[in-house]
């Protein structure tokens, strides 16, 4: 089944009507728009952003309902694979941004994108990191909930592991998951510091898979070797306003994982996360949420 | 030069009498005591760790005077090697940590160091990857000043990258800087969420030239390929009580350098930190100042 990026929404609402129902264990391709929703192209430039509609902003493809998947379950998503569109843009958008004091105006710069690297500045050449920016399942709240923000339901979580050959791992808050992704990037540092990476319309091909009762508190990631600058490693994440109340959450997450996995008594595995493992800020643009992982590598879990 | 770890002072002052005075260009090699002062052994158990005493822990060697260091100067620090011991400790020690509340017993492992692998737990063996915890100068502000804390004068900073290979660069604050440094660790995961690394003696060897005028606001490192888990990087730190606030000041920092030493334009300077640059937490359980620290690989300053 093949999903296209025309079929999106711009809220997270469990009231949603499924595109589609999703056999456990059965691959699926879908098609994603770009974070500005089509409203930014190839030929804009800087004084086009401020015209920005932010309710259309950051759409998702989808929801999937997934067959089985109920509340307190463990959804299971395999990033198969990610490609993205030849052109991407990045931009400082008034009043977004970690550095938004410093940059009051609107800035634009479209990225050619080929042979594995994109062209973000004349002459400045950044590997192609494909990640996929959004990617959640419906919050049991009754919605809508806004875009933006991420929560423990993963959404705009801006984690750019998340991307070929990771394993995400999201907890199920309603009937059928609800799944919905978007927001690609073609390549994003952690923390995303000016709001946007170099984004693009992408295709994700994925399979998904559920675990009874499994549900993790907050979303965790298993990253692929082939993500630029780490390697293979299990993330945990901690999600919410608060940047050392995220740090606590992921690493209290982290700990109790290597404890679930490996059967070290607690009090080890801390020791062992704070020699071995890292703590990174994943995004902090995302408002009012930020999102703080850490990192051990997997081979302490064979 | 070869400076003993005996010759150790546990407060940052200006006052100190320097152990030698420092030419430009020389090398010069430093033993370190352990972040106990030798408090601690290899025979040590877990009920010894409450008996610590806290005033003399982490102990640097020094200070060092650096021939022709002025305030406002820039003092340049290239490790050209760190060997550590045969052993180290881990602990959790009560009240310290990011999850002092869900940990509140001492709790101590000794690691045995060989073939590049400290033995953290029975068959748990992590990478040895040798840092310095705490390297630092005299803040000009009358002392003395606590050890456990960083600043902008470095200090206690646990920036797992500063080891072999690395370049460190610190503002200096008093005439001759008065260095000093200490606290090395054979590994230590970004954050260094227990509060501990894998602790342990080592010699460094290392050599300091001054940037006349150029003091950096905060420390810089350029880290070595040989830096576990990332490669070689430009690094900006933001040091201080508030995560968000030392995430913001290691950003602004990055992108002033990245226009300084390239001469982009600080607006796509920002853009670049964005889609290329990672924000990691350095450490945060060094009460009550956290380290942030932006780092963007080096290819993009060639």
């Known amino acids: 089944m093949h999903f296209k990026r025309t079929e999106t929404h711009a809220a997270w609402d469990r ?6 129902v999703i056999t456990p264990g ?16 190839a030929a804009s430039v800087s004084a086009d952003v401020p015209g ?12 999937f309902a997934i067959e089985g998947a109920r509340p307190g379950d463990a959804l299971v998503i395999d990033i198969l694979d990610v490609s993205v569109a030849s052109w991407g843009w990045t931009a400082n958008i008034p009043g977004f941004g970690l ?8 800035h634009l710069r479209v990225s050619s994108i080929a042979d594995g690297r994109a062209e973000l500045l004349p002459g400045v050449f950044v590997p192609v990191v494909p990640m996929i920016g959004t990617i959640g399942v419906a919050p049991p709240e009754p919605g809508p909930h806004p875009m933006v923000p991420p929560s423990r339901w993963g959404g705009n979580m801006d984690i750019r592991h998340v991307g070929p050959g990771a ?3 999201l907890p199920v808050g309603v009937e059928g998951a609800l799944l919905s992704l978007g927001d690609a990037h073609a390549a994003m540092g952690d923390g995303e510091v000016a709001g946007t990476g170099v984004e693009t319309e992408s295709t994700v091909r994925l399979r998904v898979t559920v675990l009874q009762d499994a549900a993790p508190v907050t979303p965790i990631v298993e990253t692929d070797a082939r993500t630029q600058r780490t390697g293979a490693a299990l993330a945990t994440t901690g999600v919410g306003p ?5 740090a606590v959450e992921a690493t209290r ?30 995004e902090v643009v995302d408002m009012p949420n930020w999102v703080v992982s850490a990192h051990l590598a997997l081979s302490y879990f064979d």
Not at 53 to 63: A, E, H, K
Not at 99 to 106: Q, V
């Open 167 to 169: 394993r995400l791992v």
């Open 253 to 282: 997450a982290l700990v109790g994982e290597i404890s679930r996995r490996t059967g070290l008594p607690a009090e080890d595995a801390y020791l062992l996360a704070s020699v071995a493992a890292d703590l990174k800020i994943s």
């Open 52 to 63: 920005l509609d932010f309710t259309q902003v950051n759409p998702v493809t989808g929801p």
């Open 15 to 20: 009231t949603l009507p499924p595109l589609a």
């Open 242 to 246: 608060d940047l050392m109340a995220a």
């Open 26 to 41: 059965e691959e699926f391709t879908v098609d994603t728009a770009d974070a500005s929703a089509g409203q930014l192209t």
């Open 99 to 106: 550095l938004a004091e410093d940059f009051p105006d609107p």
